[in-house]
């Protein structure tokens, strides 16, 4: 596997599933798994018990992992891109391909 097209703190679009069209931000990549977290995406909802570290018990909403083919870069204008690399000044930068604009990550 190469240098990684989508990193933390990314905007990406979800391409397929039940939050297909949605945008978020990237929490965290797992690349051993092919997994990504993204905000407010994929919600699992675990109903907790009350217990003496959380005496109110109740329904935790914690966003799940799901694979990074799912999801795409946002490009400028909110629409999704694939990327590229270019060598910019002796250094390796990520490129949208649609607009062609650097991504910076």
Do not use: W, Y
């Amino acid at each position: 596997m190469g240098a990684a097209k989508i990193k933390k703190g990314d905007s990406v679009v979800v391409l397929s599933g039940k939050d297909k069209g949605r945008t978020g931000t990237v929490l965290q990549v797992q690349p051993k798994d092919g997994k990504i977290v993204v905000e407010g995406v994929n919600v699992a909802t675990r109903h907790r018990k009350p217990t003496q570290a959380n005496p109110q018990g109740g329904i935790d909403r914690i966003p799940a992992p799901m694979n990074i083919s799912k999801v795409a870069v946002a490009d400028k204008d909110g629409k999704p891109t694939r990327v590229r690399f270019e060598t910019k000044d002796g250094k390796k930068v990520r490129v949208a391909v649609k607009s062609g604009e650097t991504i910076d990550g």
